[in-house]
């Protein structure tokens, strides 16, 4: 089952239209349809198609994220096979069969990212609480 028809699958099984997926998520009902035919050609491209899954995916209740990975892959195959692609899927990104095996790494990498920024602001505060107690000392405690 393709990308676009399990959207369709999902959507239908949940008896929702693709009218009230337009109205509560903004998105036009033409670029909804051009999902569910796996017609990317239509579509802007980019951060916005996958927007527009997340979107989708998330009124209608299902798993956005792995649901994202399936578009991508369904990009990238369109690419292969010379069909209608996202705008540069495939220069320079990494292809969706990878995503999951370097979740870990990436998760990891923010994770550091948020401890040194946590460090970083901790010493800030200390160094603020030291300058503000010497001047305090310096003054003779007149405040």
């Known amino acids: 089952m393709s990308f ?30 051009a999902l569910e035919r796996n017609d990317f050609s239509c579509l802007p491209g980019g951060l916005y ?3 527009y899954v997340r ?16 578009y991508l892959l369904e990009a990238q195959t369109q690419a292969a096979n010379g069909g209608s692609s ?4 495939l220069r320079g990104r990494t292809p969706p069969s990878t995503l999951a095996a370097n979740e870990p790494a990436a998760e990891s990498a923010r994770a550091e990212g948020g401890r040194r920024w946590l ?16 001047g305090w000392w310096l003054l003779g405690g007149r405040v």
């Open 4 to 33: 676009g028809e399990e959207l369709r699958r999902e959507r239908e099984l949940r008896q929702i239209s693709l009218r009230e997926i337009s109205n509560a998520t903004k998105i036009d009902v033409a670029r909804l349809e």
């Open 119 to 134: 460090i970083a602001s901790v010493l800030a505060a200390a160094l603020l609480i030291v300058a503000v107690l010497a």
């Open 55 to 70: 979107a989708y995916c998330e009124h209608i209740g299902i798993d956005s994220e792995s649901m994202v990975n399936a």
């Open 86 to 89: 996202e705008p540069g899927l």
């Open 49 to 51: 198609n996958r927007g």
